[in-house]
T-cell receptor
């Protein structure tokens, strides 16, 4: 069966510091991968998605970037964090069909 | 383009009462519709989905939803609430003919009192 791992689970970072959140999917190949952000009272916002290695599409302009160095690895990064980057970040995947499955999420607090 | 509106950021029910969480969607193509549940500090778990076929969809934990095209609605119901149902619920729509991107509503927090 397929599983998705996301880490770290929680992170407290100062303003201006870098960020790296990592997501790995196991038990499948060539998944579509997604990064969502959940801010309080705003639902879930799609940040990036990827259909393959090195292929990244950005949904909204922002202080973040994403990379897919391997088929089942998806990384969310920032060079300099802003206070507004705080939130709950969710990695998700899809192989076939219509359903997208989510990881457990990472809490980021920028102080 | 797709969008989702969830009416009511908070819904309170008593244990054993009917649960009704409302979701209306907008889509320029035939929609795929989803309900996800999120327990505190956890990711999202799929409750149920509508793609094609039967408009009444049954999901996990006794939840069901009915797709009503004429009303552009996909409301979530459960006949009898349990304390363990307390969580945040998200309605989502997808309808791209190509790459699947989910568009979420802002969520409804369900509170269950004894």
């Amino acid at each position: 069966s397929q599983t998705i791992h996301q880490w770290p689970a929680t992170l407290v970072q100062p303003v201006g510091s870098p960020l790296s959140l990592e997501c790995t999917v196991e038990g499948t190949s060539n998944p579509n991968l997604y990064w969502y952000r959940q801010a309080a009272g705003r639902g879930l916002q799609l940040l990036f998605y990827s259909v393959g290695i090195g292929q990244i599409s950005s949904e909204v302009p922002q202080n973040l970037s994403a990379s897919r160095p391997q088929d089942r690895q998806f990384i969310l990064s920032s060079k300099k964090l802003l206070l507004s980057d705080s939130g709950f970040y969710l990695c998700a995947w899809r192989v076939s069909g219509n359903t997208i499955y989510f990881g457990e999420g990472s809490w980021l607090t920028v102080v | 383009a797709q969008s989702v509106t969830q009416l009511g950021s908070h819904v309170s029910v008593s244990e054993g009462a009917l649960v009704l969480l409302r979701c209306n969607y907008s889509s320029s193509v035939p929609p795929y519709l989803f309900w996800y549940v999120q327990y505190p500090n956890q990711g999202l778990q799929l409750l149920l989905k509508y793609t094609t076929g039967a408009t009444l969809v049954k999901g996990i934990n006794g939840f069901e939803a009915e797709f009503k095209k004429s009303e552009t609605s996909f409301h979530l119901t459960k006949p009898s609430a349990h304390m363990s149902d307390a969580a945040e619920y998200f309605c989502a729509v997808s309808g791209d003919t190509g790459f699947q991107k989910l568009v979420f509503g802002t969520g409804t927090r369900l509170l269950v009192s004894p």
